[in-house]
C-alpha cells in the first residue's frame, strides 16, 4: 500500500535553478497539500487543492507554482531557487472535508539551495 | 485565525517514566484535534485524535482527551519506550476549509534506556 510518494528524496540546486517537486496519492482523496518544515517553525502551508481542477494559496505561497494534475498528482514548482527555499518538503492528502480531516504524508523530500 | 501551541522540547525521559505534553489551541468553532508523529527520516503519521469534546483519542498506550473548557488536549502516556523517541506534533482541522490543518511547532522527545 503506498500511500503518498514523493519524488524526489533529496535534491542540491544552484540558486536560481528550477525544479519540480512530484507527489501522487493512491487513496483517492480529494485534497492534497503541500508544506515545508524548518527547524523550531512546524509545518507551514505552501499551497493546497480541496479538489481536483482547484488550487490555492497557503500561508507561505511566495516563490513557489502548484499544479494539480489529475487526482492522484499534485506538483510543486520552484522557478528559481533561493537559499531561503532550502527545507524539508512533504506532500499530504485527505479524504473529504467532511470527513475526519485526517492527513496523509509522504517521506518528504530534502532541498538544500547554495 | 487558528492557532496551536505546544509544549516547547526537547524533553528527555527514562525508559517506563511518564509523559506529558501540553497542547492548547484556539480556533473559531469546532475543531477535530489530532496528535501524529514523526520519526526520523520519515513524513508525520497519525497517532490519535479526538472530533468533539470529551473525546478520548488512544494508541499505542499514548492518550489524549478533548477539553473544549481549557482549550487543551495534551498527550499522555503512562510509561514509555526507547522507541517512543521521535518529534510529535499538536494539530487542529477546520472541518469547513478543505481540511486545512494547523500545526504546533512540535516538541522532540528523547527516551533513554
Known amino acids: 500500500n503506498a500511500g503518498v510518494t514523493q519524488t524526489p528524496k533529496f535534491q542540491v540546486l544552484k540558486t536560481g535553478q528550477s525544479m519540480t517537486l512530484q507527489c501522487a496519492q493512491d487513496m483517492n482523496h480529494n485534497s492534497m497539500y503541500w508544506y515545508r518544515q524548518d527547524p523550531g517553525m512546524g509545518l507551514r502551508l505552501i499551497y493546497y487543492?480541496?479538489?481536483?481542477?482547484?488550487?490555492d494559496k497557503g500561508e507561505v505561497p511566495n516563490g513557489y507554482n502548484v499544479s494539480r494534475l489529475n487526482k492522484r498528482e499534485f506538483s510543486l514548482r520552484l522557478e528559481s531557487a533561493a537559499p531561503s527555499q532550502t527545507s524539508v518538503y512533504f506532500c499530504a492528502s485527505s479524504d473529504s472535508p467532511v470527513a475526519k480531516n485526517i492527513q496523509y504524508f509522504g517521506a518528504g523530500t530534502r532541498l538544500s539551495v547554495l | 485565525g487558528n492557532s496551536v501551541t505546544q509544549m516547547e522540547g526537547p524533553v528527555t525521559l527514562s525508559e517506563e517514566a511518564f509523559l506529558t505534553i501540553n497542547c492548547t489551541y484556539t480556533?473559531?468553532?469546532?475543531?477535530?484535534l489530532f496528535w501524529y508523529v514523526q520519526y526520523p527520516g520519515e513524513g508525520l503519521q497519525l497517532l490519535l485524535k479526538?472530533?468533539?469534546?470529551?473525546d478520548k483519542g488512544s494508541n499505542k498506550g499514548f492518550e489524549a482527551t478533548y477539553r473544549k473548557e481549557t482549550t487543551s488536549f495534551h498527550l499522555e502516556k503512562g510509561s514509555v519506550q526507547v522507541s517512543d523517541s521521535a518529534v510529535y506534533f499538536c494539530?487542529?482541522?477546520?472541518?469547513?476549509?478543505?481540511?486545512?490543518?494547523?500545526f504546533g511547532d512540535g516538541t522532540t522527545l528523547t527516551v533513554k534506556p
Open positions: 480556533a473559531t468553532g469546532y475543531p477535530s
Open positions: 494539530a487542529l482541522s477546520d472541518r469547513t476549509n478543505a481540511g486545512k490543518s494547523t
Open positions: 479526538a472530533t468533539k469534546a470529551d
Open positions: 487543492s480541496a479538489s481536483e481542477g482547484t488550487t
